[in-house]
């Protein structure tokens, strides 16, 4: 009983770090790159995470697999992670004009070794808890919710020391990074199966797209990359639009205009608490029901900002954070269900993998360029110099183009999308549903 303890212990510690790292600049980097002239650029920072995302975790974790044990790559792909970041606050600290050349290359390299530790933490984990004999779909949904309370806590840590607008925010990941590098040495090893052949199709998950044929599956991984494009909009510039009501004099005090990292940290409370509902959800209204109110939140997530201010209009912003627990969530868990559901034993993991790839990869990537490209760099002036009254309709429109794309999505789903045979999963094990939602990444740490 006490080693499992201590296991748990050891774990919780690992899942908080892990996603402070990730807490300490994703949804609070807009600001600071938008007020030292970055603001145009900043769909890019958003855009390469989900673009490096689409190879790096498949090819570290075929390092893990076969040579080097999963808990020292972890560490290592850490450290490379904290180099880099740490690198980027202290170019910035050189310079009042950081070079978006420099700052985003040493960017993506950071972010490039940190997506694979998601992954790699959960392997370690998984690991863990099975050498302590324990039942990772009882133990480890509670442990991995500390990696939620890990990016909040960050989110309120470069909130209120005021990191949120400068390069700091960098130099505090890097050092958790160099913190959790050191700490993950320590955990369980793991083993390495240096004999096993499979070829470069199965490893990356490349077989998962036969699954195409079918159209039901084709059509549910097309809109799942059509929601996917919603996913990384609202980190982009979600606190930056906070941010830009204290250059409204009418708004320039409000709690909100200067705590907005703070205000946003709303949105993963929201995620840690809506995933208990998901069960009596699915059980209610299927798996299709469920989708659909994840997709008509998304409606209402970028709505209520087109709505919202920090002054009066405040209530709208915390509903915006608070729905975006069901706008995420989910869809990503219930998703998760329907693969699971529709896939044998020989493609499930590689379906979970294309899953990921055409919501958190292809969709978040694409999209977040297009908002950036065509939409908020269309309508709002980024510059430091812009007027904040006269972007506030900028934003408006912005937040309202993608509100209105959310609910075409929303409405073509219902016309084109059939469950096979009826509607399945009408019911389904609760642990199974914290099984999915546990291990998710990006579900209880994505803003």
């Given at each position: 009983?006490?080693n499992?303890t ?5 774990l ?7 996603f402070a790292?990730?807490?300490s ?11 030292v ?7 890019w920072?958003?855009t390469?995470q989900?673009?490096v995302?689409l190879?790096?975790p498949?090819l570290?974790g075929i390092?893990?697999?076969?040579w ?5 790559m972890l560490?290592g792909?850490?450290?490379l ?7 980027c606050?202290?170019?910035?600290m050189?310079t009042?004009?950081p070079?978006?050349?420099v ?13 694979p ?8 984990a998984?690991?863990a808890?099975?050498k302590?004999g324990?039942d ?5 949904p ?13 989110e309120?840590l470069v ?6 607008s400068?390069?700091?925010?960098f130099i ?7 913190i ?5 040495v320590t ?7 240096r004999?096993?052949s ?11 797209f ?7 599956m084709a ?5 799942s990359f059509?929601?996917g ?5 609202t980190?982009?510039y979600g606190t930056?639009?906070i ?6 004099a009418?708004?320039?005090n409000?709690?909100?205009a200067r705590?907005?990292?703070a205000?946003t ?7 840690a608490l809506?995933i208990l509902?998901?069960p009596?959800c ?6 299709k ?5 994840a997709?008509?939140a998304?409606?209402l997530?970028f ?5 919202g ?7 709208f ?5 608070i729905v975006?627990?069901?706008a995420f ?5 219930a ?5 699971d559901?529709?896939?044998?034993t020989?493609t ?9 790839i ?5 969709g978040?990537?694409i999209?977040?360029?297009?908002a950036?490209?065509y939409?908020?760099?269309r ?7 812009a ?7 900028g934003w408006?429109?912005s937040?309202?183009?993608?509100a209105?794309y959310?609910l075409?999505?929303s ?9 096979p045979?009826?509607?399945?999963q009408?019911?389904v094990?609760?642990k199974e549903?914290?099984e ?6 990006e579900?209880?740490?994505g803003e």
């Amino acid at each position: 009983m006490g080693n499992a303890t201590g296991i748990k212990a050891k774990l919780i510690i690992m899942n908080f770090l892990e996603f402070a790292v990730w807490g300490s600049y994703l949804v609070s980097m807009g600001i600071y790159l938008g007020s030292v002239g970055l603001g145009a650029k900043i769909f890019w920072f958003y855009t390469i995470q989900g673009i490096v995302s689409l190879f790096m975790p498949a090819l570290v974790g075929i390092a893990a697999d076969k040579w080097i044990p999963a808990q020292k790559m972890l560490a290592g792909c850490q450290g490379l992670a904290g180099f880099f970041m740490l690198l980027c606050g202290f170019y910035c600290m050189s310079t009042a004009t950081p070079a978006f050349g420099v700052l985003f290359s040493l960017y993506t390299l950071s972010v490039a070794f940190y997506m694979p530790t998601i992954g790699l933490g959960n392997s370690v984990a998984f690991n863990a808890l099975n050498k302590a004999g324990l039942d990772t779909v009882k133990h480890f949904p509670p442990i991995r919710v500390w990696g939620t309370v890990g990016f909040i806590f960050a989110e309120l840590l470069v909130n209120f020391t005021n990191f949120q607008s400068s390069y700091m925010q960098f130099i505090t990941s890097g050092f958790m990074s160099m913190i959790l590098m050191c700490y993950a040495v320590t955990m369980p090893p793991c083993p390495v199966n240096r004999g096993k052949s499979t070829s470069l199709s199965q490893t990356l998950g490349l077989d998962a797209f036969k699954l195409f044929k079918s159209k039901t599956m084709a059509i549910f991984f097309v809109f799942s990359f059509l929601l996917g494009v919603c996913l990384q909009v609202t980190n982009s510039y979600g606190t930056l639009f906070i941010n830009s009501f204290r250059g409204v004099a009418e708004f320039a005090n409000d709690w909100a205009a200067r705590n907005a990292t703070a205000l946003t940290a709303v949105s993963q409370a929201s995620e840690a608490l809506c995933i208990l509902l998901i069960p009596v959800c699915l059980k209610r209204f299927g798996i299709k029901g469920v989708m659909l109110l994840a997709m008509f939140a998304w409606v209402l997530r970028f709505g209520f900002f087109g709505i919202g201010n920090t002054g009066s209009g405040v209530v709208f912003l915390v509903l915006s954070c608070i729905v975006y627990g069901v706008a995420f969530d989910f869809f990503n868990v219930a998703g998760g269900l329907f693969v699971d559901s529709q896939t044998d034993t020989s493609t499930r993991s590689s379906a979970q993998g294309l899953f990921m790839i055409m919501t958190n990869g292809l969709g978040a990537s694409i999209g977040t360029w297009i908002a950036g490209t065509y939409v908020v760099n269309r309508f709002v002036d980024m510059s430091p110099t812009a007027n904040a009254e006269a972007n506030l309709l900028g934003w408006q429109i912005s937040w309202f183009i993608f509100a209105a794309y959310a609910l075409v999505i929303s409405l073509l789903f219902i016309f084109a999308f059939r469950n096979p045979g009826g509607d399945v999963q009408k019911t389904v094990d609760v642990k199974e549903v914290e099984e999915i939602g546990g291990g998710d990444p990006e579900g209880m740490a994505g803003e």
